[in-house]
Nanobody, 126 residues
Framework: QVQLVESGGGLVQAGGSLRLSCAAS????????MGWFRQAPGKEREFVAAISWSGGSTYYADSVKGRFTISRDNAKNTVYLQMNSLKPEDTAVYYC???????????????????WGQGTQVTVSS
């Protein structure tokens, strides 16, 4: 079992920045691929970004490419999502997820992840 706790959400003006963190409870964190997903009111959950267990590979949704950066610190059991140039359409609850058997296109699929955090709200005002 892996417990994931997100933090860092909040209210920010358009053009601003936030950094989300997701702390994992398990020492085997380094063996999990990690992903960030988001869900806006009335919309389905969507993929945002993902990172391989080593941090050597990263993946982004087209809508955030060039603005968001995912990274991880395996020594701290933490994954980060740096969000710059935020837009009102980035408003959503952001969730981190962990998966043991993630590869290729499955990085983009929420159903492939094994564990999820409780989410953190990000609100971007115009």
């Amino acid at each position: 079992q892996v417990q994931l706790v997100e933090s860092g959400g909040g209210l920010v003006q358009a053009g601003g920045s936030l950094r989300l963190s997701c702390a994992a409870s398990r020492r085997t964190f380094s063996s999990y691929a990690m992903g960030w997903f988001r869900q806006a009111p009335g919309k389905e959950r969507e993929f945002v970004a993902a990172i391989s267990w080593s941090g050597g590979s990263t993946y982004y949704a087209d809508s955030v490419k060039g603005r968001f950066t995912i990274s991880r610190d395996n020594a701290k059991n933490t994954v980060y999502l740096q969000m710059n140039s935020l837009k009102p359409e980035d408003t959503a609850v952001y969730y981190c997820a962990a998966g043991r058997r993630i590869s290729g296109t499955s990085y983009y699929l929420g159903g492939e992840y094994d564990y999820w955090g409780q989410g953190t709200q990000v609100t971007v005002s115009s």
